[in-house]
């Protein structure tokens, strides 16, 4: 495998943002660094002078190379106790209000957007509730909004669900089909899928809940910081921030303006 | 930028092992003393459902403070760190811990590969890793790389592991500068 040093990694970064807009200077080189090699890898890329006249002239592939490099690992009720968590105690509060406003940030291919359209079925508020599901990388999105996922993945999914307080037969909820689970349309109309990074894209509207779960961990401390206020810009005063297993605000200066739910990874704005 | 900024003064000590690695950890761990001039960081392959019974268990075996490992937290001498499960355990160059979710690597993620050639490409020459019992390919590579960056590799001899699979394919593939078993192993440590 071609491995990229330190210098190289720089010049691409430069180049993709010249070139292209996109920029990921403020993402986590340790990270980065993997899987720029990755796509060097899968792309069979003799050296790196290849990957970088490529990146320069053809925009069509930058796209790709973005597909590729952001990580766009997730399932449906990913770590299942924080979604008991939500369907216990953060909906019941957020559901006393006329309407619902809730952001995926960095939603990739939407597992966690659907999971939450079942949460809120399940606690009869989606009639009353707008979910917007962003991220950097299109493709994920077109994925995303199709609601198909396979269906070999479903009898982890159906296990995630119950562990999360799920009552009814997981089934109920996709058609399988040639090797997938469609999700039904129900569930997807209350969504609206839209290209935004957080990187370079401001805020767009006032949520009761933001979620943004294993993005952060990309990002450099910086960046990270800029996102963080990016999210608190977008909260409603007594909204919701929900972050990754491992992921915190407690080094942010924002951690003042937010109480912690319990020692869930879910904050309360509070000022 | 981080690009040349200095290898940091700290070594990183780095356990990786999959099936019977807990085991010989056991016998290690409780009779470690302080650690002042570097960090333990383990990468063992576990359940991703399982939370942090992992930390708890190392944590009671060994006197030596154990820190949660969270996104960017920092690399200090003196503690014990361990690799979280469902998670890709990285080095930044400055020194913090980076963590990921991307794809398993070796079936695995935590894999032992991946931590152990993003500290091979951070910190070089003051990397000394530790390959212990398991029975899957996982460390080999990473091994390799940490030997080509300067570092120290020390392999389990597979005749004193519980599951010789992991420290045999290693030493097929790379060259040890320690080959030892569990007390051996101990020795190597507290002579750091």
Redesign the interface.
């Known amino acids: 495998m071609v ?1 990229i040093d ?2 190289e990694l ?1 010049l691409l970064i430069n180049d993709i943002y010249e070139y292209h807009g996109f920029d990921f200077s403020g993402y ?4 980065l ?3 720029v090699d990755r796509v060097l890898h899968l792309d069979g890329f003799q050296n790196f002078s290849e990957l970088l006249y490529k990146v320069r002239a053809e925009p069509q592939y930058v796209k790709h190379m973005i597909e590729e490099i952001t ?1 766009n ?1 997730t399932e449906m009720f990913r770590d299942p106790l924080f979604y008991k968590v939500l369907r216990n105690e953060i909906l019941p509060v957020i559901g006393t209000k006329p309407f619902i406003r809730i952001w995926h940030a960095g939603c990739s291919t939407g597992e966690e957007v659907y999971s939450m359209a079942i949460l809120l079925k399940e606690a009869n508020l989606l009639h009353k509730s707008l979910l917007y599901a962003t991220d950097i990388n299109s493709l994920v999105l077109d994925v995303a909004k199709k609601g198909i996922f396979p269906l070999h993945m479903m009898k982890q999914y159906s296990e995630n669900y119950m562990v999360s307080g799920g009552k009814k037969d997981f089934s109920h909820y996709y058609t399988a089909n040639y090797g997938f689970a469609k999700f039904g349309e129900d569930l997807s109309e209350k969504m609206v899928f839209s290209q935004h990074n957080l990187v370079s894209d401001g805020s767009f509207n006032e949520f009761d809940l933001i979620l943004c779960r ?1 993005v ?3 990002f ?2 910086d960046l ?1 910081e800029k996102a963080l206020v990016l999210f608190d810009d977008s909260l409603a005063k007594l909204g919701y921030l929900a972050l ?5 605000i407690k ?1 942010s200066p924002l951690q003042m303006r937010f109480k912690q739910v319990e020692r869930e990874k879910l904050w309360k704005k509070i000022q | ?3 040349n900024s200095v290898t940091p003064p700290y070594k990183l000590l780095l356990i990786g092992g999959s099936a019977g690695s807990l085991e010989a950890l056991i016998k290690i761990l409780p009779r470690l003393t302080a650690i002042p001039d570097f960090a333990i960081v383990i990468v063992l392959h576990r359940k991703s459902s399982e939370d942090s019974t992992l930390e708890e268990l190392i944590a009671i075996k060994t006197s030596i403070p154990v820190k949660e ?4 937290v920092a690399l200090l001498p003196g503690n014990i760190y361990v690799a ?1 499960s469902d ?1 890709h355990l ?4 400055n020194g ?1 811990l ?6 398993k690597v070796n079936y695995s993620r935590p894999s032992i590969d ?1 931590s152990f ?2 500290a091979a ?2 910190f070089g020459t003051g990397v000394a890793a530790i390959l212990l019992s398991g029975a899957n390919a996982d460390g080999t590579h990473g091994l390799v790389e940490i030997k080509q960056a300067g570092g120290t590799v020390i392999i389990q001899d597979p005749e004193s592991a519980e599951m010789p699979f992991m420290p045999r394919n290693a030493l097929q593939n790379v060259t040890p500068s320690h080959l030892l078993d569990v007390e051996g192993i101990l020795a190597y440590i507290q002579s750091l």
């Open positions: 491995l330190d210098r720089e986590s080189r340790a990270s660094k993997r899987r990580v690992v294993n952060l961990i990309y450099d401390k990270q990754g297993t491992k992921e915190t080094f | 930028m981080e690009e490992v969270e996104d960017k979280p998670y990285l080095f930044e160059k913090w980076s963590l990921d979710t991307s794809e991946v050639e993003s490409d951070a």
